[in-house]
């Protein structure tokens, strides 16, 4: 012997759509126009998502970027890709060996286009220190980069910011017409330092012992 | 186990045959696997969780690990050789890039060797700040290692606490040395500067905080199923092995085997500190988690000792040869100036001679080798890494587990690139 | 002495000195380098810490070198730990540039097999019953062995150019 189930709700009853609810259907005109080619920039700016490239000490601060008090999930960017199939930017994260360029260079050919690079930190920008046998001088003579970020390494504020400014070069269009893939030929954009600008200060609180803005 | 004879079974640390896959990278591509139904798959050196840039060719059987050889070298920064154009003063800023979870550690080391060549006795004060800022660099180095553990085995919430401790551990850092990471604090000499207004504040409120978030950290981690389940008998090595193939550090203590440098072959001030060494005894990857976390809490007690304990006085030595003048008479004198040019242009002299010391990093025993021809710059400086040797022990650990406990025993070695390849 | 080093070794005629931190430091001959440690090894010092090579050339003066042993360019450091004793030894040995080559301690010492090709990579010193005497660090294809005193740092000069502004 069974119970009858009680019959479902109507789904229109249950949810109803309206300008209360803050839907778009009911809105008079509920489509806008653009340019395709605004709306193709737009969304490429905000769906940048990076690959894990960290090498050396700069990708702990990539990672911290990652973390939740820089959170660099507020970008839409918390997605780190592992597969290079899968990711727009690749964050040069650190010192690249002999031995590592050709890798790295792998790496960038397998990444769709369009794709876009930050060189974080000098030693991936210039070579920083280790003007020695074994780094490479600069990872633009392996890919095209388009921001370097400075610092050794560049705090999350600096690659944020260096992020946010790739974000307004692909917005505008400055950076939509595709370079053909060489050494040499990205925008070659330089970014401040803005390390410490935000959080120098301890959050933590001596007398609760918890953390928070104290 | 004690200090005596261990006794666990030995391995053949064959040539042939053994876990380890002695093939070189170019033969891999091309090589025929040691028996017809293995493969040789490659790992890295791009991958999430090879924590940086390792690569693994690892020989399976079906989804089993037979043998295994970690390639190292993608992050050759040849800061050995850079080190030797750089005089006594500068190397710590190349040497502080090498571990960089853990920078301070290689700072000490060689700043240690240095000041043995040159027979400097030390100030009490700079003695303890260099040991406060060790423990708080292990606290950082071992919340990091709790975030990428985390990560690695899926724990994506472990990861973000760890981050979010780390940032405040960072932040303190910052306010003593300036920078959040690759300090270049600790000087041959003593350390850059004193500690700053409100230091001990922040401190105490730190230790306090960081100790509830442990206890939290157990709640979400220590006794979860399915944590234990991942990492209790997995990578099992014995204190044999260790001592055979050099490892040190929380791998060897995670055998039983009870050796820490801070309290066997004490350095700094560290035989008048109270703590404990934190041993396991299954030598897997769970006790590894688990002494770290537990070293978090040793390193806490530690600073509050320090804290009540810090004396007075200098934080450099007071000696016209190693010390550049204060800043403040540098104005007013010209001797001053000169000598300040002259410390930093041409560095001092150190007597010829060479000498290793080493210190307790958090990954183990980190030895610096110097070599010094009796000139302002090193003949010879070489870091004996511990992350470079204990990956010696990963075929050993990896032998006869899954793939998928590949990732969770790498995890556990916690292998910092940087120190591995320098 | 700060540890005192085991009855045997003195039979084996090896020269010793005391380093500045006042460590105990053999310097056996290329010869006499896998008896002595073996000796070690029997002593106590069980652990295999660290290989590492020096390149001596264009030092003019080996004040550290006691009497009875000849310099050569190369030498190979090797620092073995007694945890009994709470104690480190380190062996020299003089390594000739004209034929650079030592007997492995792999089979005394598994551990030294990384810092053993460590050494090969970068001073090529090769390492005889080596069970796998390949490069490490560097690629290869590379060419030389970079820590060798005349083996240049490589050095680029760097060419500033102006940046344009920062934004
Ligand atoms: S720029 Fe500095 S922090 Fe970044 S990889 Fe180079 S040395 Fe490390």
Known sequence: ?214 | MSLQAPSAPGRVYARAGGPVLRLSESEAATAPPSAPERMIINMGPQHPSTHGVLRLLLELDGETVTRCKPIIGYLHTGMEKTGETLTYLQGPTNVTRMDYASPLFTELAFSMATETLLGLELPPRAVWIRMLMCELNRISSHLLFQATNGMDLGAVSMMLYGWREREEVLRLLEQITGLRMNHNYIRPGGVAADLPDGWRDDTLGLLEAIGDRLDEYDALLTGQPIWRERLQGVGVISATECLALGVTGPILRSTGYSWDLRRHMPYLDYDRLNFDVICGSYGDSFDRYAIRLNEIRESIRLVRQILAGLPAGDYRVQDKKVTPPPRGRIDESMEALIHHFKIFTEGFKVPAGEVYAAVESPRGELGCYMVSDGGPKPLRMHIRAPSFVNLQALPYMLEGRLVADAVAIISSVDPIMGEVDR | MASPLPGGLAELGVAVSIDPGGGPVLHPDRAQLTEVAAALRDAGYDQCLDVCGVDYLGADSRPDLPDGVVPERFEAVVTLISHRQRGRVRLRVQVPAEDPRLPTLFDLFPGAENPEREVFDMFGIGFDGHPDMTRILMPEDWEGHPLRKDYAVGIVPVRFKAAGDAR
């Open chain 1, 1 to 214: 012997m069974s119970a009858s189930p009680p019959p479902e709700p109507a789904l229109e009853e249950a949810a109803p759509l309206g300008p209360a609810y803050g839907g778009l259907t009911d809105l008079p005109h509920n489509f806008a126009t653009s340019r395709l080619e605004e709306a193709v920039k737009w969304s490429r700016a905000r769906s940048c998502w990076p690959a894990t490239f960290g090498l050396a000490c700069c990708a702990i601060e990539m990672m911290a970027t990652g973390g939740p008090h820089y959170d660099i999930a507020r970008y839409g960017m918390e997605v780190f890709r592992a597969s290079p199939r899968q990711a727009d930017l690749m964050i040069v994260a650190g010192r690249v060996s002999q031995k590592m360029a050709p890798v790295l260079r792998q790496i960038y050919d397998q990444m769709m286009a369009p794709k876009w690079v930050i060189s974080m930190g000098v030693c991936a920008s210039s070579g920083g220190m280790f003007n020695n046998y074994a780094i490479v001088q600069g990872v633009d003579q392996v890919v095209p980069v388009d921001v370097y970020a400075p610092g050794c390494p560049p705090g999350p504020e600096t690659l944020l910011h260096a992020i946010l400014s790739l974000h307004s070069l692909i917005r505008s269009g400055e950076l939509t017409r595709r370079r053909q893939g060489a050494a040499g030929a990205g925008a070659g954009v330089v970014v401040e330092q803005r390390d410490g600008q935000t959080a120098t200060r301890m959050v933590v609180s001596p007398k609760r012992g918890r953390f928070g803005r104290g």
